[in-house]
C-alpha cells in the first residue's frame, strides 16, 4: 500500500524530514502543510500548501482532502494546539504528542514538577511564581546562579540567565515583575555550569530509540556572543557522542528521557508518541536537564537525518503503531556540522526581502531551505534562518571545512557563525569541562 504522509511544517528541520522520507524505498506520496514556500521541499513533495497548521480542524480537512493517512508534526506551536489530538481523532496517525504529553516542551513547571514527582535525576532546585510573593527569598537563596524562565512557549526568549542577561538582583526581580506585570507564570530556578548537548529519541509510547548526541549553538555571534537565536548550527562526531563527554554522561541522559517517557505515559495513562527532545548539560556534578521539546530539534535534526541510513517512513510508522522495538534504527558513523545563514540584523532586527543566490553551493543535497521567500522568480530571504548547510565527514574538522566553505558561497546580506565545529572552538568546550572537573575535587 502507498504511504501518504502529510509534513506540517515548513523550515530546514521539515525539508530535513522531507529529505529523509523521500529517500525511504516505500512507495509513498509525500505532501506538505507550509506557512512559506519552501522550493527544497516543493521540490520533493506531491504537494505543499501554504496555510494555518496552528488550527486544528483546518489540518484535519486538509489532511483528509490530500488522503494521508500519517502526520508528522515539526514546529511546536501545532503541537501546543492539539493538532495531534484532533488528528488521532480523525484516525490519522501522527508523529508528535498529544497536547497534554506535549506540556514536557509547553510548559516549564509541568516538566520540573514532573521530574521531581517521579524521581527522575538532573533537575534543578526551582519554584513556580505567578506573583512577586516569595521571589526575592528565592533568588537569595540561589545566590548568583539563577535562571527566570517565563512558563509557555516563547521562542526561545522566554529565558533570561544571569551573568549573560540578568546582571543584578534588581535587574531579575524586574524581569519578575514584567512576567507579573502580563498576568504571567514563571519558573526560577538554579543556574547550571557546564556544556549543552541535545539526545533526541524516537519514541513509541513505550521504547526509546535514541539518535547521536550534537550540540547546537544557541547565541548569535562568534564565541557564543549575544542574543539568543532559535540555533545558528549545531555538529556530531563519529563515534555519536562529543568530545566533552563520557559514555556514562550519555548513559545518563538516556536514562533522563527514558524515565520522562514512563512517566508521562503513567501520569496521563497515554504513551507518547514522537521525538522527545532533551536539552542537557554536562556539569561537574553529573548530567542536568535544561528543557524537554517535544519534537525534533532545528537544526539538530539537520545532523541526525542525514546520517539515518534506516527507512524514516518505517521508522514513523513503528513510531504511531508501538513497534520501534522490531525496528533497526542506524546511523552512518560520520561526523557532521551544520551552518545557517540568516539575515543580517537577526534576530532583532532583521532584513527581510533581499534576494540570495545559492547557484554557487557545490552540494545540493546538502542545502536545507528555511526562511525564504518569492519575489516573482526571485528567491529571498523572509527574516528569520534562512538557509543551512551540513558538512559530512569522517571528523568534525573535515565535516566543518565542508560547512564553512558551502555557507560562504551563498551570497546575500547573510551572516553565519564561523566558529561551529572549528578545532579551536572544540578545544575550548573540553578544556571548559576539564577546568570545571579539576575544581569541583
Ligand atoms: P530553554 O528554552 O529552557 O532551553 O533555555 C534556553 C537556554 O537558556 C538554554 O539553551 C540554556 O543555554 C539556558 N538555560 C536554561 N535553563 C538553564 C539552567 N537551569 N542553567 C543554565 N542555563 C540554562
Ligand atoms: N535548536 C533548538 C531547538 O530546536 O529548540
Redesign the pocket.
Known amino acids: 500500500m502507498k504511504n501518504k504522509i502529510l509534513v506540517i511544517g515548513s523550515g530546514a528541520r521539515e525539508h530535513a524530514i522531507v529529505r529523509a522520507l523521500y529517500r525511504s524505498p516505500k512507495e509513498k506520496e509525500i505532501y506538505c502543510l507550509a506557512s512559506n514556500m519552501n522550493p527544497g521541499i516543493a521540490e520533493l513533495c506531491d504537494k505543499i500548501l501554504i496555510g494555518n497548521f496552528n488550527d486544528p480542524s483546518f489540518v484535519v480537512s486538509h489532511t483528509k482532502k490530500v488522503g494521508a493517512t500519517l502526520a508528522i508534526i515539526g514546529p511546536e506551536n501545532p503541537l501546543a494546539n492539539g493538532v495531534a489530538d484532533a488528528l488521532w481523532d480523525a484516525g490519522i496517525k501522527v508523529v508528535g504528542p498529544k497536547k497534554d504529553l506535549a506540556q514536557l516542551e509547553t510548559s516549564?513547571s509541568f516538566a520540573r514538577d514532573l521530574l521531581k514527582e517521579y524521581n527522575i535525576p538532573g533537575g534543578?532546585k526551582y519554584q513556580t511564581f505567578n506573583s512577586m510573593e516569595g521571589v526575592a527569598d528565592f533568588l537569595k537563596r540561589l545566590g548568583n546562579n539563577y535562571?527566570v524562565?517565563y512558563n509557555g512557549l516563547a521562542g526561545?526568549k522566554g529565558?533570561k540567565?544571569s551573568g549573560d542577561h540578568l546582571h543584578s538582583r534588581s535587574e531579575a526581580l524586574a524581569y519578575c515583575q514584567e512576567l507579573v506585570n502580563n498576568n504571567g507564570k514563571f519558573v526560577i530556578?538554579?543556574?547550571?555550569i557546564g556544556e549543552?548537548f541535545s539526545l533526541m529519541s524516537f519514541c513509541d509510547g513505550n521504547v526509546l530509540k535514541h539518535m547521536p548526541i550534537v550540540q547546537d549553538h544557541?547565541r548569535a555571534y562568534d564565541e557564543d556572543v549575544g542574543p539568543?537565536t532559535g540555533g545558528m548550527g549545531a555538529y556530531s562526531d563519529a563515534n555519536h557522542s562529543l568530545p566533552f563527554l563520557t559514555d556514562y554522561d550519555i548513559s545518563q541522559a538516556q536514562e533522563i528521557n527514558n524515565k520522562t517517557v514512563q512517566a508521562v505515559k503513567d501520569k496521563f495513562g497515554e504513551g507518547y508518541k514522537g521525538i522527545l527532545y532533551g536539552?542537557f548539560?554536562s556539569t561537574a556534578n553529573g548530567v542536568k536537564l535544561?528543557?524537554y521539546n517535544a519534537r525534533l530539534g532545528d537544526p539538530e535534526a539537520i545532523n541526525v537525518l542525514s546520517l539515518l541510513e534506516s527507512d524514516f517512513i518505517e521508522i514513523c510508522t513503528s513510531i504511531t503503531d508501538g513497534t520501534l522495538d522490531k525496528v533497526d534504527v542506524r546511523f552512518s558513523t560520520k561526523a557532521t556540522v551544520c551552518k545557517y545563514a540568516v539575515p543580517e540584523g537577526y534576530p532583532d532586527n532583521p532584513i527581510k526581502g533581499e534576494p540570495i543566490d545559492v547557484s554557487k553551493i557545490k552540494n545540493h543535497y546538502r542545502l536545507f531551505y528555511a526562511s525564504v521567500d518569492f519575489k516573482e522568480t526571485i528567491l529571498v530571504e523572509a527574516g528569520s534562518r534562512t538557509i543551512a548547510v551540513v558538512g559530512i565527514a569522517d571528523t568534525i574538522s573535515e565535516a566543518e571545512t565542508i560547512a564553512e566553505k558551502e555557507v560562504l558561497s551563498i551570497s546575500g546580506p547573510l551572516f553565519h557563525r564561523t566558529d561551529i565545529g572549528t578545532n579551536a572552538a572544540i578545544q575550548k568546550r573540553i578544556e571548559h569541562m576539564k577546568k570545571l572537573k579539576r575544581e569541583s575535587i
Not at 530556578?189 to 547550571?192: D, G, I, Q
Open positions: 516549564k534543578p535562571v524562565k526561545g529565558v540567565v530556578e538554579e543556574k547550571f549543552e544557541k539568543n536539552g548539560m535544561i528543557e
